[in-house]
């Protein structure tokens, strides 16, 4: 079996230290260029801030960046015909038409999260509302992350909300900020809530708040690996699919055939 080559958007983030680290540890995958706004030298690939220079060879583009950078790694998978596993959250709606534009062309898999257990996780929110709202429970959604984090809500919540919300038939529509009005809880609202300080990686919280009981379902982050690994995956599954808007439920769904 070949090494799956990956060029690394946004290699000098967080994030893509850690899946640089995992590649360096793994022989099925290999990065072999890294794209950022500068050329640390801290790998053994070549980083290239210009994307117009970098003219590699590669099986798959994977981006942990900044909305800002959406476009450009758009523009170049495009002209690279590269297929994209598009991690970064808070695009805007504009960027989100040029997604699903783009995956008309190219395979490009988009995710607000790349853990096995939060993907888990959104089939239990759905499961639950189905029951729980349908019986009149409020349903409230907490994420911790830290204090670096750039979007509020994290684009996690937001897709627990959106688990939840198609599971009701999009009935509920979301509450961000509560402290601009006075008034009483819509009971087809779902309130997110944003918590951000020192090094919490991840937590998110749904509650399902009913008459004299509350149902709490919680998915906690201990490492940065867990979303790593998952893009490494989504990587290996991306390589060799036709054009086309995939998710980490595809992954997971492949990876059980």
């Known amino acids: 079996m070949s090494k799956t080559r990956i060029i690394m958007h946004g290699c000098n983030g967080a994030m893509g230290q850690v899946i640089s680290r995992l590649a360096a540890e793994d022989d099925s995958v290999q990065i072999v260029a890294g794209l950022d706004i500068a050329d640390q030298g801290r790998y053994d690939y070549p980083v290239y801030v210009d994307p117009a220079n970098c003219r590699v060879e590669a099986d798959v583009i994977v981006d942990f960046s900044v909305a800002a950078a959406a476009d450009g790694l758009m523009?170049?998978?495009?002209?690279?015909?590269?297929?994209?596993?598009?991690?970064?959250?808070?695009?805007?709606?504009?960027?989100?038409?040029?997604?699903?534009?783009?995956?008309?062309?190219?395979?490009?898999?988009?995710?607000?999260?790349?853990?096995?257990?939060?993907?888990?996780?959104?089939?239990?929110?759905?499961?639950?509302?189905?029951?729980?709202?349908?019986?009149?429970y409020d349903m409230e959604i907490v994420e911790k992350h830290h204090n670096k984090k750039l979007d509020a809500p994290s684009g996690t919540a937001l897709a627990i909300a959106d688990a939840i919300n198609e599971a009701m038939d999009h009935a509920y529509h979301y509450k961000l900020d509560r402290s601009a009005q006075r008034a009483r809880r819509d009971p087809k609202e779902i309130g997110i809530q944003a918590v951000r300080g020192g090094t919490i990686v991840g937590e998110h919280e749904i509650f399902f708040c009913g008459e004299d009981e509350v149902v709490e379902i919680k998915h906690t982050a201990y490492s940065k690996a867990i979303f790593g690994k998952g893009a490494i995956a989504a990587a290996h599954f991306l390589k060799d699919q036709k054009p086309g808007l995939y998710s980490m439920a595809d992954v997971i769904g492949g990876a059980d055939q």
């Open 75 to 136: 523009d170049f998978a495009r002209a690279r015909r590269l297929p994209l596993v598009l991690c970064t959250t808070g695009l805007s709606d504009a960027q989100l038409e040029k997604v699903h534009a783009l995956s008309k062309e190219l395979p490009v898999l988009r995710s607000a999260n790349m853990s096995l257990g939060v993907n888990t996780l959104f089939k239990l929110v759905a499961q639950a509302a189905s029951i729980l709202a349908k019986a009149g």
